[in-house]
């Protein structure tokens, strides 16, 4: 069994920063594809990033590339989300997911096992 807790939402102006994290717990965190997606009310989930279990591979969605960026910490069982220069459209509920399935970081959500419960990031424009 894992267990995902992410932190780090809120509110912040339009063009601020936000860094969520994601703690994971239960499971051999350091062999595992790491993912962050997120999801409007009446919308399907849509990916933002992923992390390979070293870090030498990331995949971005496009809008959110030069923008954002993933890393993780196996020592602390964690993985980042560094968001700058915000926008109003990225106003939803943030998840963090993990998957270990092939080793190479997807933006298919039915390639993670495990999901956060979330955490809501609010952007005024």
């Known amino acids: 069994q894992v267990r995902l807790e992410e932190s780090g939402g809120g509110f912040v102006q339009a063009g601020g920063s936000l860094r969520l994290s994601c703690a994971a717990s239960g499971q051999n965190f350091i062999t595992n594809v790491m993912g962050w997606f997120r999801q409007a009310p009446g919308k399907e989930r849509e990916f933002v990033a992923a992390i390979n279990w070293n870090g030498g591979d990331k995949l971005y969605t496009d809008s959110v590339k030069g923008r954002f960026t993933i890393s993780r910490d196996n020592a602390k069982s964690t993985v980042y989300l560094q968001m700058n220069s915000l926008k109003a459209e990225a106003t939803t509920v943030y998840y963090c997911?993990?998957?270990w399935g092939s080793g190479v970081p997807s933006a298919r959500t039915d390639e993670y096992m495990y999901w956060g419960q979330g955490t809501q990031v609010a952007v005024s424009s």
């Open positions: 997911a993990a998957s």
